[in-house]
């Protein structure tokens, strides 16, 4: 069965940068719209990036000229380079595919996500004052 597989978190200092990266495990995988959301203890998951098959991409406000969000075609990865990272980016990130529906942050955040076909295992960024 075809797994995502998120890596690349870490524990930096505000300021610092980390690049997620996701791949697929066990086979291909594509979905028409990919992203990454995050969830920190106590807060509500949150839709930070997505990018669709015409390569648009969307960022929450909060990451809005820190993040980017990219794929590689060449070994079908799917890319988050988080820079100037702060304290309140502290989460758990995953990277998933939608199912169905558009291609937006609110689907790809959304608490029960419904939307969503597969997501990763999640990857811990920890970010330090």
């Known amino acids: 069965q075809v797994r995502l597989v998120d890596s690349g978190g870490g524990s930096v200092q505000a300021g610092g940068s980390l690049r997620l990266s996701c791949a697929a495990s066990?086979?291909?995988?594509?979905?028409?719209?990919m992203g990454w959301f995050r969830q920190a203890p106590g807060k509500e998951r949150e839709g930070v990036a997505s990018?669709?098959?015409?390569?648009?991409?969307s960022y929450a406000d909060s990451v809005k000229g820190r993040f980017t969000i990219s794929k590689e075609s060449a070994n079908n990865t799917l890319n988050l380079q988080m820079n100037s990272l702060k304290p309140e980016d502290t989460a758990m990130y995953y990277c998933?595919?939608?199912?169905?529906?558009?291609?937006?942050?609110?689907?790809?955040?959304?608490?029960?996500?419904?939307?969503?076909?597969?997501w990763g295992q999640g990857a811990l960024v920890t970010v330090s004052s």
């Open positions: 998933a595919g939608l199912l169905y529906g558009l291609c937006t942050l609110v689907a790809i955040g959304a608490p029960d996500g419904r939307a969503l076909d597969k």
């Open positions: 066990g086979g291909t995988y594509s979905s028409y719209c």
């Open positions: 990018i669709d098959d015409k390569g648009r991409t």
